[in-house]
Antibody, heavy 114, light 107 residues
Framework: EVQLVESGGGLVQPGASLKLSCVAS????????MSWVRQTPGKTMEWIGD????????NYAPSLKNRFTISRDNAKSTLYLQMSNVRSEDTATYYC???????WGPGTMVTVSS | DIQMTQSPSSMSASLGDRVTITCQAS??????LIWFQQKPGKSPRPMIY???NLANGVPSRFSGSRSGSDYSLTISSLESEDMADYHC?????????FGGGTKLELK
């Protein structure tokens, strides 16, 4: 059974940094591109970016490219999202998803507020 | 970026109704579009891949179609379990982009 478990969210102050993790199981993690997607409290969904199966290439939404970094550790079947200089508009639930969005974890919520 | 204009943003319908939700792409996306269903408090669930292909386990009352740059999700006979938010996503060109979402409620 495929499982994706995101973690690392919480309440953070504007300007802070935060690193989210996604632990995957039930499939060969190293065979798949992985994406991060977020959903605002108003339910709007935004693709953040993705990373090639071997970690050698990434794509990002242009508006987030300068502050967000995606990485992975295939030995640990774990995907990461490093967020820097967070803003109130980064408040959202963050999801990781493999391939063509076949499976989704429960997400981890990030709230940016002073 | 490719803009996906989804309509309506919300709608109410009765059980047994035929319901159609549409995403209009600002550029050619081929059929590289996924429809997701999301129930309250749950994660998105892919319903239709490549614009017209039903995902595993999705009831046959759901269907996807394309007319030019308009992509539609149709529920042929609405059931109570279909009340949810629906989202479209294009994956033809980076950055991949979502529509604004449709909230489907019971009338």
């Amino acid at each position: 059974e495929v499982q994706l478990v995101e973690s690392g969210g919480g309440l953070v102050q504007p300007g802070a940094s935060l690193k989210l993790s996604c632990v995957a199981s039930g499939f060969t993690f190293s065979d798949y591109w992985m994406s991060w997607v977020r959903q605002t409290p108003g339910k709007t969904m935004e693709w953040i970016g993705d990373i090639k199966y071997d970690g050698s290439y990434t794509n990002y939404a242009p508006s987030l490219k300068n502050r967000f970094t995606i990485s992975r550790d295939n030995a640990k079947s774990t995907l990461y999202l490093q967020m820097s200089n967070v803003r109130s508009e980064d408040t959202a639930t963050y999801y990781c998803t493999p391939g063509y969005f076949d499976f989704w974890g429960p997400g981890t919520m990030v709230t940016v507020s002073s | 970026d490719i803009q996906m204009t989804q309509s309506p943003s919300s709608m109410s319908a009765s059980l047994g109704d035929r319901v159609t939700i549409t995403c209009q792409a600002s550029q050619d996306i081929g059929n590289n579009l996924i429809w997701f269903q999301q129930k309250p408090g749950k994660s998105p669930r892919p319903m239709i891949y490549y614009a017209t292909n039903l995902a595993n386990g999705v009831p046959s009352r759901f269907s996807g179609s394309r007319s030019g740059s308009d992509y539609s999700l149709t529920i042929s006979s609405l059931e109570s379990e279909d009340m949810a938010d629906y989202h479209c996503l294009q994956y033809k060109q980076y950055p991949w982009t979502f529509g604004g979402g449709t909230k489907l409620e019971l009338k």
